[in-house]
């Protein structure tokens, strides 16, 4: 039986319930003294010879003793709690976790350090750093740190793991103060992908792509579809429709949706940094890599989705590199003569023609054969005029929360201007377009001014007709007849469209006279 005396402090005391004790010859295993509160403390005694028939006299005996205020029977004694509540700590780890003294020898270990060092948990016990990793220089680095070191790249039993390392020290209170250990924490690339997928990516599939109109319920059907085959996937559509968008729902949807979706916009980095972040890199590899080495993404993905935003921008170099690993799912990182073998499915992603651009040479038509498996096409947002004010709506909602505003709400005229623009930066735009009308206004209903869609569309919307000008002056004509007959219809005098273009009233007055824009005598 176990039992909690609880006293009051004074010198002696401890040693006088133990007396209680010896008096009755009664053997006890364990002995814990907890002070609680200043002032008060408990001494938890386990006592196997102890019954319920002895208790009553034995708490008695106790009570005689000066300073003693209770005694009750317990379950367990604080410190096997604590023990226990860490061993079930350390097995639902699913990283492995080791705790190393002074000396870097290995006191304590979890199931999942145990499992991937290839040996029980009590064989791991009293190994030392250099032993497992095969680095003197590793253990050296944290002895002499004082187990303070930035994360690295270590291999354990041939498998790579990120090392992390917790000093363990004595309290700030104590004499000494000092280091007394560490607890180390390997992360392998897979789970590290796991929780950048968590942190960047909500889960989600084809319910998180909005719209009604045919087109986007025709993309859904299909996508369904072809998520199901273990394929890569070329998306296809142009800027700002959501290509990722549908990358993240044909994942979520997948055999694969519980593993990694990691991404990558190959039009956002330079060849090397492209390659690094993609292939991953060894220790030493190049000038700044980080010590110790880092998993690519696509290492990081094992078992998930490497979605390649973009792809018509990547370099040639990288096209070959991404065609070997697609032939045969193994690749080498920069740096390495090793080949990693990983489990992914490739979906990509452009906004380009590849056909033409395998036709010109600057995109592999191997590659392209390889990528171009399975392939969606994501209608504009002019092929799906219904959604538009589906989608706003929405928008609003977000944009209205992130401010903290009440919900805004358009008025006939609003919606009449979003309906009627030509969205050729897709539902990007209009997120944009709206974001930005909520932020600028104070109203609660918003009206065709706030959106200042002339602003947001000009230049993208008539830059491809531009580019069919003959010469300067007809194209220069040619856009002032657009900004003029796209505001006047908001600024419907010269006045004010001068007002909003910031020039001068009689400028205006002969452009609109020039155009024959209805209007121009105001």
């Given at each position: 039986?176990?039992i909690?005396?609880?006293?009051a402090?004074?010198?002696?005391i401890?040693?006088?319930?133990?007396?209680?004790?010896?008096?009755?010859?009664?053997?006890?295993?364990?002995?814990?003294?907890?002070?609680?509160?200043?002032?008060?403390?408990?001494?938890?005694?386990?006592?196997?010879?102890?019954?319920?028939?002895?208790?009553?006299?034995?708490?008695?005996?106790?009570?005689?003793?000066?300073?003693v205020?209770?005694?009750?029977?317990?379950?367990?004694?604080?410190?096997?709690?604590?023990?226990?509540?860490?061993?079930?700590?350390?097995?639902?780890?699913?990283?492995?976790?080791?705790?190393?003294?002074?000396?870097?020898?290995?006191v304590a270990?979890?199931?999942?350090?145990a499992?991937?060092?290839?040996m029980?948990?009590?064989?791991?016990?009293?190994?030392?750093?250099?032993?497992?990793?095969?680095?003197?220089?590793?253990?050296?680095?944290?002895?002499?740190?004082?187990?303070?070191?930035?994360?690295?790249?270590?291999?354990?039993?041939?498998?790579?793991?990120?090392?992390?390392?917790?000093?363990?020290?004595?309290?700030?209170?104590?004499?000494?103060?000092?280091?007394?250990?560490?607890?180390?924490?390997?992360?392998?690339?897979?789970?590290?992908?796991?929780r950048?997928?968590?942190?960047?990516?909500?889960s989600?599939?084809?319910?998180?792509?909005?719209?009604?109109?045919?087109?986007?319920?025709?993309?859904?059907?299909?996508?369904?579809?072809?998520?199901?085959v273990?394929?890569?996937?070329?998306?296809?559509?142009?800027?700002?429709?959501?290509?990722?968008l549908?990358?993240?729902?044909?994942?979520?949807?997948?055999?694969?949706?519980?593993?990694?979706?990691?991404?990558l916009?190959?039009?956002?980095?330079?060849?090397?940094l492209?390659?690094?972040?993609?292939?991953?890199?060894v220790?030493?590899?190049?000038?700044?890599?980080?010590?110790?080495?880092?998993p690519?993404?696509?290492?990081?993905?094992?078992?998930?989705?490497?979605?390649?935003d973009?792809?018509?921008?990547?370099?040639l170099y990288?096209?070959?590199?991404?065609?070997?690993?697609?032939?045969?799912?193994?690749?080498?990182?920069?740096?390495?003569?090793?080949?990693?073998?990983?489990n992914?499915?490739?979906?990509?992603?452009?906004?380009?023609?590849?056909?033409?651009?395998?036709?010109?040479?600057?995109?592999?038509?191997?590659?392209?054969?390889?990528?171009?498996?399975?392939?969606?096409?994501?209608?504009?947002?002019?092929?799906?005029?219904?959604?538009?004010?589906?989608?706003?709506?929405?928008?609003?909602?977000?944009?209205?929360?992130?401010?903290?505003?009440?919900i805004?709400?358009?008025?006939?005229?609003?919606?009449?201007?979003?309906?009627?623009?030509?969205?050729?930066?897709?539902?990007?735009?209009l997120?944009?377009?709206?974001?930005?009308?909520?932020t600028?206004?104070?109203?609660?209903?918003?009206?065709?001014?706030?959106?200042?869609?002339?602003?947001?569309?000009?230049?993208?919307?008539?830059?491809?007709?531009?580019?069919?000008?003959?010469?300067?002056?007809?194209?220069?004509?040619?856009?002032?007849?657009a900004?003029?007959?796209?505001?006047?219809?908001?600024?419907?005098?010269?006045?004010?469209?001068?007002?909003?273009?910031?020039?001068?009233?009689?400028?205006?007055a002969?452009?609109?006279?020039?155009?024959?824009?209805?209007?121009?005598?105001?």
């Amino acid at each position: 039986m176990r039992i909690d005396v609880q006293f009051a402090d004074r010198v002696g005391i401890a040693h006088e319930i133990l007396a209680v004790l010896a008096r009755r010859n009664m053997n006890v295993v364990t002995v814990e003294v907890v002070t609680l509160e200043p002032g008060s403390s408990d001494v938890f005694i386990d006592i196997p010879e102890l019954t319920e028939q002895l208790l009553p006299s034995l708490r008695s005996d106790f009570m005689h003793v000066p300073g003693v205020r209770g005694v009750k029977v317990v379950d367990v004694l604080p410190g096997a709690r604590r023990r226990l509540h860490l061993d079930t700590l350390m097995a639902a780890m699913a990283d492995p976790v080791m705790a190393v003294d002074a000396e870097g020898r290995v006191v304590a270990a979890n199931a999942a350090a145990a499992m991937v060092a290839d040996m029980t948990e009590s064989e791991l016990q009293g190994k030392t750093l250099r032993d497992l990793f095969g680095e003197a220089g590793l253990q050296d680095e944290l002895l002499e740190g004082g187990f303070r070191a930035p994360a690295r790249e270590v291999r354990l039993q041939g498998q790579p793991f990120l090392l992390e390392v917790t000093p363990v020290s004595e309290p700030i209170d104590s004499a000494l103060g000092q280091t007394v250990g560490g607890v180390i924490t390997l992360h392998a690339p897979r789970r590290l992908g796991g929780r950048i997928h968590a942190l960047q990516h909500a889960s989600g599939g084809f319910d998180s792509i909005i719209g009604e109109a045919e087109a986007i319920r025709a993309l859904k059907a299909r996508a369904a579809r072809v998520a199901m085959v273990d394929a890569p996937l070329l998306i296809v559509g142009e800027t700002g429709t959501g290509k990722e968008l549908v990358a993240q729902a044909c994942h979520a949807t997948s055999p694969r949706g519980s593993a990694p979706f990691l991404a990558l916009n190959c039009a956002a980095l330079p060849e090397n940094l492209a390659e690094s972040e993609l292939f991953g890199y060894v220790s030493g590899a190049f000038t700044g890599a980080q010590r110790g080495g880092k998993p690519g993404l696509i290492e990081m993905a094992e078992g998930g989705t490497v979605f390649l935003d973009e792809i018509g921008e990547m370099s040639l170099y990288l096209q070959a590199k991404l065609l070997r690993f697609l032939n045969d799912g193994k690749f080498r990182r920069i740096g390495s003569d090793r080949e990693i073998k990983v489990n992914v499915r490739i979906i990509s992603a452009t906004h380009r023609n590849l056909r033409k651009m395998v036709a010109d040479g600057s995109f592999r038509e191997d590659l392209f054969y390889r990528l171009n498996v399975l392939q969606l096409e994501v209608p504009s947002l002019r092929e799906r005029p219904d959604d538009i004010l589906l989608l706003a709506r929405h928008f609003i909602e977000r944009a209205c929360a992130q401010a903290q505003k009440p919900i805004c709400r358009l008025n006939a005229q609003a919606c009449a201007a979003l309906v009627a623009n030509s969205w050729p930066g897709n539902v990007r735009q209009l997120q944009n377009v709206v974001f930005r009308a909520i932020t600028m206004t104070d109203q609660q209903i918003l009206n065709a001014s706030d959106l200042d869609l002339a602003e947001d569309s000009i230049s993208t919307e008539e830059s491809a007709q531009f580019q069919e000008a003959e010469d300067w002056e007809k194209t220069v004509a040619r856009f002032e007849r657009a900004v003029l007959e796209r505001l006047y219809p908001q600024y419907p005098s010269s006045r004010k469209l001068a007002s909003r273009l910031k020039t001068s009233h009689s400028m205006i007055a002969n452009k609109l006279r020039k155009y024959g824009i209805p209007g121009s005598s105001r």
